[in-house]
């Protein structure tokens, strides 16, 4: 079993939806929570950063952390074909290493 | 602001031969990285350094060597090319202390 379990997707909805993406992690030391986009051949850009359980809201996107049931989301609000792209959730503990999920590509249609 | 810079861009390669792929960045980040990406696997970690002068493996280091060169560049070498290597390698660099990690635009390479 993976440390951190990502539905791989691809995931498509209509314009203007909301978009849940999710991850469950299995190792309770994870201490901080990261959000990643990534455009066809691009690499990874940091969309959100959190180290506490709850919610954290920057213009249309809210990552949430639930550390009890080891569980983090990403919503997106109001969804552009903009947002078309793999979204990669990763987390850290103590150091600065990074353990990523595997990705869920996301299609919003016009 | 360029961020992280690697060189080239993209690559091939026959079986056996060596290379080694660039990495440079303009924030005065200690830490660097270098992962690899493969469909369905996710970013695997190669190599880090966590400061100038310091390097350590990652979960697949196996057929690569690094070289952190000054605090800017963090190059990574194949030194014998194999078709399992065929991939999309990225590299990151970071500031101490649960920092979060920014990345290049990658380097696509292609072992025949």
């Known amino acids: 079993q993976k440390e951190v379990e990502q539905d791989p997707g691809p995931l498509s909805v209509p314009e203007g939806a909301i978009v849940s993406l999710n991850c469950t992690y299995s190792?309770?030391?994870?201490?901080?929570f990261m959000w990643y986009r990534q455009y066809s051949r691009k690499g990874p850009e940091l969309l959100m950063y959190?180290?506490?359980?709850g919610n954290k809201e920057d213009g249309r996107f809210t990552a949430q952390v639930d550390k009890s049931s080891k569980y983090i989301s990403l919503f997106i609000r109001d969804s552009q074909p903009s947002d078309s792209a793999t979204y990669l959730c990763?987390?850290?503990?103590?150091?600065?290493?990074?353990?990523f999920g595997g990705g869920t590509r996301l299609m919003v249609k016009p | 602001n360029a961020g992280v810079t690697q060189t080239p861009k993209f690559q091939v390669l026959k079986t056996g031969q060596s290379m080694t792929l660039q990495c440079a960045q303009d924030?005065?980040?200690?830490?660097m990285y270098w992962y690899r990406q493969d469909p369905g696997m996710g970013l695997r970690l190669i190599y880090y350094?966590?400061?100038?002068?310091?390097?350590d493996k990652g979960e697949v280091p196996n057929g690569y060597n690094v070289s952190r060169l000054n605090k800017r560049e963090f190059s990574l070498r194949l030194e014998s090319a194999a078709p399992s290597q065929t991939s999309v390698y990225f590299c990151?660099?970071?500031?101490?202390?649960?920092?979060?990690?920014?990345f290049g635009d990658g380097t696509r390479l292609s072992i025949l």
């Open positions: 959190t180290y506490s359980s």
């Open positions: 990151a660099s970071s500031d101490e202390g649960r920092q979060p990690q920014h």
């Open positions: 924030m005065n980040h200690n830490s």
């Open positions: 350094s966590a400061s100038e002068g310091t390097t």
């Open positions: 990763a987390m850290g503990n103590a150091g600065n290493m990074l353990t």
């Open positions: 190792n309770s030391a994870f201490q901080y």
